[in-house]
């Protein structure tokens, strides 16, 4: 899948630091740039399947409680950026004082999201996935709807371009994802073993790995022998 090739024309940069940290403001949990972090600036269409992927099994791993999740958060943060939820908030009577990271410019260093808040967009996509699976359409009362926006502007003279434009990662994470699980191959997979959520366009896919392919078939064969002897007996 390339959104480059849907959309030729299309403004898709984002940034991201090298290390976040979860940081206290007024009582409340934020995930933001760690101090003394590089910003690096890329093309965020430009590997959707491993965007989503990565999505996808970090709201697994919040929705099952997962040790270290918060740790996750970060690391997830560091690889693809913060999600840009406070791209359209208003700091309103605050705006010219000390505001939370919340309402400070999505792109600055001091720029934070609310750690549940940020936590919830990812679960949130999880359970739409997790309802799509005929072995789980069940596991959540109520999904909601996944929903996204593109900007676009038109240049002027002879030849005008149109040119899309995204002011948040998680509209790119989600248009991408609407791709994904639109697409009949299912692409999207979870690891028979360890339950991980993988991209992967094999049709016999059923692992994220070698690793995990060789550990469920190593305990396959040894649940065959303990019920070959048990019968013997």
């Given amino acids: 899948m390339d959104l480059k090739a849907m959309f030729p024309n299309s403004n898709t940069m984002w940034v991201r630091w090298s290390a976040y940290e979860i940081a206290a403001y007024h009582g ?5 740039p760690s101090p003394g972090a590089e910003a690096f600036h890329y093309n965020c269409a430009e590997q959707p399947e491993t965007l989503v992927a990565d999505a996808l099994e970090l709201g697994r791993q919040i929705t099952e409680n997962a040790d270290d999740v ?21 700091a ?41 699976r005929d072995d789980a359409a069940a596991a959540f009362d109520e999904i909601a709807a ?20 995204t002011d948040s990662l998680l509209n790119a994470l989600r248009l991408a994802y609407a791709m994904l699980i639109t697409n009949t191959g299912t692409p999207l997979k979870i690891c028979k073993n360890c339950g991980k959520v993988y991209y992967n366009p094999h049709a016999k896919s059923e692992f994220c790995g070698t690793k995990c392919r060789n550990y469920y078939n190593v305990k396959a064969f040894r649940k065959n022998i303990k019920q070959r002897n048990s019968m013997c007996q």
């Fill in 70 to 90: 918060d740790r996750t958060c970060a690391a997830f943060a560091a690889r693809h950026g913060l999600l840009g939820l406070g791209g359209s908030k208003d």
């Fill in 146 to 165: 996944v929903t996204g926006s593109l900007r676009y502007k038109l240049t002027s003279g002879q030849t005008p371009q149109l040119i899309w434009e």
């Fill in 28 to 32: 409340v949990s934020y995930l933001m």
């Fill in 92 to 132: 309103g009577p605050f705006s010219n004082g000390d505001v939370a990271p919340c309402y400070r410019p999505v792109n600055e260093k001091d720029y934070g999201e609310e750690l549940e808040g940020y936590k919830k967009e990812f679960q949130t996509l999880y359970q739409h996935f997790v309802s799509t």
